[in-house]
């Protein structure tokens, strides 16, 4: 069973967005495996709480700018 696990910025993709790359990262894998790993595939995208990660040393905080706007 294909498996893969996103992890993203709290509240930096809407829900359409996050069922796209769903969409999209099940058919590329599909294009690896076959039209049989489609029922089998798993896309986990989970969100990670400002502060809750960092790069460099620095605890990262989104920008207001790049949190998406629900729709």
Known sequence: ?????????????SRTQKEEIVHR???MLVEYFSEAARPHTM????????GGYGRADEIFI????????EE
């Open 25 to 27: 990262t099940t058919d």
């Open 43 to 50: 896309v986990l995208i989970e969100e990670v709480k400002d």
């Open 1 to 13: 069973m294909p498996f893969v696990n996103i992890k993203t910025p709290e509240g930096a993709l």
């Open 62 to 69: 989104i920008p207001q700018d790049y949190r998406a706007n």
